[in-house]
C-alpha cells in the first residue's frame, strides 16, 4: 500500500523555537506539497517541490522554509516558531504521470506552539 | 475570498437519508477532487472528475461535474454512521501538466446522527 508518513502525529514546541517537520513517501512521486489545515480557512498550501533540490513557494510561505535532498523526503522547517502556527500540517506528493489519482496524503501532525 | 466555495459548513442529517454537498468555483476547473477527512486525520481521496458531465459512483457516493456552472456537487444515499467527516473539494485552476497545486475548499463537517 503506498504511503506518505510525517514523523509525528502530535508536537508541541515552544515560541522561538526552531521546528522540523518531516514527510516521507515510498511511491517515487516527483511532487510534494506542504499545506497547513486551520478552520473555517481549509487547507492552504505552504511550499511544494517538483523535483529534487527544487522548491516553489504556495500562498503562505512567510516564516517557513523547506527542503528536499532526497525524493522521497521532504521537510517544512519553522525557523523560530510564533503562536500563530499552531495549526495541522499536512504533506501529500503526486506523480506528474497520473494526475488523475490525485494527491496521497500524509496523517497529519497537530503542532501546538506554546 | 476562497477560490472554492463549499456549501454548506455544516450538515447534520439522520442516518439513512440522503445528502448532497456542493462545490463551486470562481474560475474555471480543469481538475475537480473529492476528499474525505476523518477527524484529526489525514485526506483520504475519493473521486476525481476532469470533464464536464462526468459522473462517479463509488459504494454510496455519486460525485458529478457540472463544468458550465464550475460547479461539482457530492451526493450520498441512505447515509451510515461511518460516511461522517470533513468532505473537501480540490480543484486545478488551471490546466494540468507538471507540478500544479490543488486549491482547496473550506470543507463540510458531516455528522451522522443515529
Known amino acids: 500500500d503506498v504511503k506518505v508518513t510525517q514523523s509525528s502525529r502530535y508536537l508541541v514546541k515552544r515560541t522561538g523555537e526552531k521546528v522540523f517537520l518531516e514527510c516521507v513517501q515510498d511511491m517515487d512521486h516527483e511532487n510534494m506539497f506542504w499545506y497547513r489545515q486551520d478552520p473555517g480557512l481549509g487547507l492552504r498550501l505552504i511550499y511544494f517541490s517538483y523535483d529534487v533540490k527544487m522548491k516553489e513557494k504556495g500562498d503562505i510561505p512567510e516564516g517557513y522554509s523547506v527542503s528536499r535532498e532526497k525524493k522521497e523526503r521532504f521537510s517544512l522547517i519553522l525557523e523560530s516558531a510564533s503562536t500563530n502556527q499552531t495549526s495541522m500540517y499536512l504533506c501529500?506528493?503526486?506523480?506528474?504521470?497520473?494526475?488523475?489519482?490525485?494527491?496521497?496524503f500524509g496523517s497529519g501532525t497537530r503542532l501546538t506552539v506554546v | 475570498s476562497q477560490e472554492l466555495e463549499q456549501s454548506p459548513q455544516s450538515l447534520i442529517v439522520q442516518e439513512g437519508k440522503n445528502l448532497t454537498i456542493n462545490c463551486t468555483s470562481s474560475k474555471t476547473l480543469y481538475g475537480l477532487y473529492w476528499y474525505k477527512q476523518k477527524y484529526g486525520e489525514g485526506l483520504i481521496f475519493l473521486m476525481m472528475?476532469?470533464?464536464?458531465?462526468e459522473e462517479k459512483s463509488h459504494e454510496k457516493i455519486t460525485a458529478k461535474l457540472d463544468e458550465k456552472k464550475q460547479q461539482s456537487s457530492l451526493h450520498i444515499t441512505a447515509s451510515q454512521p461511518s460516511h461522517a467527516g470533513i468532505y473537501l473539494c480540490g480543484a486545478h485552476l488551471r490546466e494540468i501538466q507538471g507540478a500544479q497545486k490543488l486549491v482547496f475548499g473550506q470543507g463540510t463537517r458531516l455528522t451522522i446522527n443515529p
Open positions: 472528475l476532469q470533464k464536464g458531465g
Open positions: 501529500a506528493s503526486s506523480t506528474r504521470w497520473s494526475p488523475n489519482y490525485g494527491y496521497t
